[in-house]
């Protein structure tokens, strides 16, 4: 992977955000710009987060790889070719983001939104990139689609988002258990999955869609459906995967065994 740090190292060396603020990133999430000024007091932890996590993904490991070649073969390729961006200045909770510039992609990891937490021994990025990853393997297979019902809207994302959260989810797929915590998150995702569907009402149909994938993580019901429906019939993950996201949705909804 290749780093693009300069906008951490013009926050780091103490220069003016206004050298910085006007990056296309701040403008690509798809909503409105989006910049807050970032705490000159963080740059301590900050410094010390950013070269911890360029050596980590210096030694990228991706969770769960031979399934992940399996269903992306092009991973590697994948791997080699991109571009990992160290900022800062997003908002709460933006903190690892796929954003797309003149046609190509970057991953954009905002340190201060990161968190001073990631500095413990014991968190590693490697999960986060794999997640992001898959994204953009995904969307190599299976590109975006502008215009979209607002059904075949979840169940594009639903798809993305569930590949992308479950091969992540656990270092290890093959010691992975559905325990009774998760199937009690399914059951909670899959009845806001059910209400959403049926919303005829424009605008609760927006607020729905923004919900389904932003939030705090176990209340993503699109997001967490979609995760714990692959995650639950793991066996059939490549045959999930070939079919694609139409009518994803039915078949979380239709699930009987539950």
């Known amino acids: 992977m290749l ?6 190292i013009k926050y780091l060396s103490g220069q003016n955000p206004d050298s910085y603020k006007n990056s296309w990133i701040y403008s690509s999430v798809g ?16 410094l010390k987060l950013y070269e911890k996590l360029k050596k980590q993904i210096r030694d990228f490991k991706p969770c769960n790889y031979e399934l992940i070649k399996k269903l992306f073969p092009n991973f590697d390729d994948v791997v080699r070719d991109y571009t990992i961006m160290f900022v800062v200045g997003f908002p709460d909770p933006y903190d690892a983001m796929v954003l797309k510039h003149d046609n190509t992609e ?3 990891f905002d340190l201060i939104q990161f968190g001073q937490d990631s500095l413990d021994e014991s968190y590693s990025c490697h999960r986060v990139l794999t997640h992001e990853l898959l994204h953009i ?6 590109p975006e689609i502008s215009g979209l019902s607002y059904v075949n809207d979840l169940n594009y994302m639903m798809f993305d988002e569930g ?9 290890n797929i093959c010691d992975f258990k559905f325990d009774d ?7 909670r995702s ?13 605008e609760k149909q927006k607020a729905c869609r923004v919900s389904a994938d932003t939030g705090d993580y176990w209340d993503k019901f ?12 793991l066996n059939s993950i490549v045959e999930i995967y070939n079919n694609g996201w139409k009518d994803f949705s039915d078949k979380i909804i239709n699930d009987t065994d539950c």
């Open 3 to 8: 780093i693009d740090d300069d906008i951490i």
């Open 31 to 46: 909503r409105e710009y989006m910049f807050e000024i970032p705490n000159p007091s963080n740059v301590e932890w900050v």
């Open 106 to 108: 970057y991953m954009v």
């Open 137 to 142: 393997c995904l969307r190599k297979k299976r």
């Open 163 to 171: 590949f992308a959260h479950a091969l992540s989810y656990s270092e």
């Open 181 to 187: 915590f998760l199937k009690d998150k399914y059951e």
């Open 190 to 202: 899959r009845a806001a999955l059910k209400r959403s569907v049926i919303e005829t009402d424009i």
């Open 222 to 233: 699109g997001s967490i459906s979609g995760m714990l429906y692959i995650l639950k019939n």
